[in-house]
């Protein structure tokens, strides 16, 4: 009898016992000035020093108890039988919007030419045109598959809400193919398929929604962001899922954030820290318009109560305990817009009160510490370049349960 893996996550705070990471790879130095926007990088990560930072991180992990799987190991190890390993070949290649019939068979006969995990690596790293024998222009687009340079943040392809993932519908073209990932992982990898895993959302769905708008305030509440990455529409679908699965959530709030790239996903503008504490981008504290949907069993549907106030009193009234907002950079304007640009408010907490941290944050991290959170700050100055911070950067699959 094979050994199943459990998803097993109902909070933010919960020590933390198994995350899923991606150790920044070729992608990265596929990187160049001129397709930057094209694929969501503002800088370009210097390779080397990234992957010593996040070593550096997994090991902080692992120290404090946490067992670090890697996705792509996890994916290598999904696709062991032939007609899987083809099956999602021709998926990750039908994305690419390949329209030549010769050079997908080209392809094709490229990539099962490589042992499982140098395939994926590749898949993830991209592929030029000369690599598989077609001509490069110097004024047109080198790539016959892009890179995914956003891989690290494991964050948004999928999250993990219960014991169920939403394998997310991506917003941009960019990171759609990044969730055939974790549709793999969880259908098809021996530790994970037939283990009862719930499923509250799915790639193919007409709405966006990404991971860093997926927060677990507790075992009853759920935050999801409407935010330039996420629609309302969504959370919505997500919320009667999950109501009807008698998970134990009864209440998800939609906030209603600005759509920009400095507020791209929830977490980068506030993250739970301990039971009653949150760090947050002080642009984020005035009135804020939230949906609170809760399940009508009468009529079987969602209820939804259209509520404003302040991110404390919101908070407070469904959590039912008095909160403390901890700003970013103390509030002050210039430090919080230079540490917020860092992710100074996107903690990862690994048990309640303890927290991992970019220590370029200096300013918050010495104001956590004032109140009374434990700061483990680690070094990020490659890392940071790609825009997302701890919590980005990992996927929570087992959370210890947390009740105060």
């Given at each position: 009898?094979?050994?199943?893996?459990?998803?097993?996550?109902?909070?933010?705070?919960?020590?933390?016992?198994?995350?899923?990471?991606?150790?920044?790879?070729?992608?990265?130095?596929?990187?160049?000035?001129?397709?930057?926007?094209?694929?969501?990088?503002?800088?370009?990560?210097?390779?080397?020093?990234?992957?010593?930072?996040?070593?550096?991180?997994?090991?902080?992990l692992r120290m404090n108890g946490v067992e670090v799987l890697y996705l792509e190991k996890l994916v290598s190890e999904?696709?062991?039988?032939?007609?899987?390993?083809?099956?999602?070949?021709?998926?990750?290649?039908?994305?690419?919007?390949?329209?030549?019939?010769?050079?997908?068979?080209?392809?094709?006969?490229?990539?099962?030419?490589?042992?499982?995990?140098?395939?994926?690596?590749?898949?993830?790293?991209?592929?030029?045109?000369?690599?598989?024998?077609?001509?490069?222009?110097?004024?047109?687009?080198?790539?016959?598959?892009?890179?995914?340079?956003?891989?690290?943040?494991?964050?948004?392809?999928?999250?993990?809400?219960?014991?169920?993932?939403?394998?997310?519908?991506?917003?941009?073209?960019?990171?759609?193919?990044?969730?055939?990932?974790?549709?793999?992982?969880?259908?098809?990898?021996?530790?994970?398929?037939?283990?009862?895993?719930?499923?509250?959302?799915?790639?193919?769905?007409?709405?966006?929604?990404?991971?860093?708008?997926?927060?677990?305030?507790?075992?009853?509440?759920?935050?999801?962001?409407?935010?330039?990455?996420?629609?309302?529409?969504?959370?919505?679908?997500?919320?009667?899922?999950?109501?009807?699965?008698?998970?134990?959530?009864?209440?998800?709030?939609?906030?209603?954030?600005?759509?920009?790239?400095?507020?791209?996903?929830?977490?980068?503008?506030?993250?739970?820290?301990?039971?009653?504490?949150?760090?947050?981008?002080?642009?984020?504290?005035?009135?804020?318009?939230?949906?609170?949907?809760?399940?009508?069993?009468?009529?079987?549907?969602?209820?939804?109560?259209?509520?404003?106030?302040?991110?404390?009193?919101?908070?407070?009234?469904?959590?039912?305990?008095?909160i403390t907002l901890i700003r970013c950079g103390g509030g002050d304007q210039i430090i919080a817009g230079r540490e917020?640009?860092?992710?100074?408010?996107?903690?990862?907490?690994?048990?309640?009160?303890?927290?991992?941290?970019?220590?370029?944050?200096?300013?918050?991290?010495?104001?956590?510490?004032?109140?009374?959170?434990?700061?483990?700050?680690?070094?990020?100055?490659?890392?940071?370049?790609?825009?997302?911070?701890?919590?980005?950067?990992?996927?929570?699959?087992?959370?210890?349960?947390?009740?105060?």
């Amino acid at each position: 009898m094979e050994n199943k893996r459990k998803i097993h996550v109902y909070s933010e705070i919960g020590k933390l016992k198994t995350v899923m990471l991606h150790r920044p790879g070729r992608e990265i130095e596929n990187l160049v000035p001129d397709y930057l926007e094209r694929l969501l990088f503002d800088d370009i990560p210097y390779l080397k020093v990234a992957k010593d930072e996040h070593d550096n991180f997994a090991n902080v992990l692992r120290m404090n108890g946490v067992e670090v799987l890697y996705l792509e190991k996890l994916v290598s190890e999904a696709l062991h039988e032939c007609d899987v390993k083809e099956k999602f070949l021709k998926e990750v290649i039908y994305e690419c919007d390949i329209k030549d019939e010769d050079t997908i068979k080209v392809l094709i006969e490229y990539f099962k030419s490589m042992p499982t995990k140098a395939m994926v690596d590749k898949i993830m790293a991209g592929v030029r045109k000369k690599e598989i024998g077609l001509k490069e222009n110097s004024n047109e687009y080198p790539f016959i598959m892009d890179p995914m340079p956003n891989l690290y943040f494991t964050r948004d392809p999928f999250a993990t809400i219960g014991s169920g993932v939403s394998v997310n519908s991506m917003r941009t073209k960019t990171r759609k193919r990044e969730t055939i990932f974790g549709k793999y992982i969880f259908n098809y990898h021996p530790e994970y398929k037939d283990s009862g895993i719930k499923y509250w959302y799915d790639r193919t769905e007409k709405y966006s929604v990404e991971g860093g708008d997926e927060l677990i305030l507790s075992d009853e509440v759920i935050a999801i962001g409407a935010s330039e990455r996420t629609d309302k529409q969504a959370a919505m679908k997500i919320a009667k899922k999950i109501f009807e699965s008698n998970e134990g959530f009864n209440t998800l709030l939609i906030f209603d954030i600005p759509k920009s790239r400095a507020f791209m996903h929830l977490d980068t503008v506030f993250t739970m820290i301990d039971y009653d504490k949150f760090t947050v981008h002080p642009g984020i504290e005035g009135g804020l318009k939230v949906t609170a949907l809760t399940y009508d069993e009468k009529n079987n549907d969602v209820k939804a109560v259209e509520e404003e106030g302040t991110l404390e009193k919101i908070l407070s009234s469904h959590l039912k305990r008095d909160i403390t907002l901890i700003r970013c950079g103390g509030g002050d304007q210039i430090i919080a817009g230079r540490e917020q640009w860092n992710d100074g408010s996107n903690t990862l907490a690994i048990a309640p009160g303890k927290v991992i941290t970019y220590e370029r944050n200096y300013v918050t991290n010495e104001l956590l510490d004032k109140y009374n959170i434990e700061v483990i700050a680690i070094p990020s100055s490659e890392l940071s370049r790609g825009r997302g911070g701890p919590r980005c950067m990992s996927m929570p699959f087992y959370r210890e349960d947390c009740h105060k």
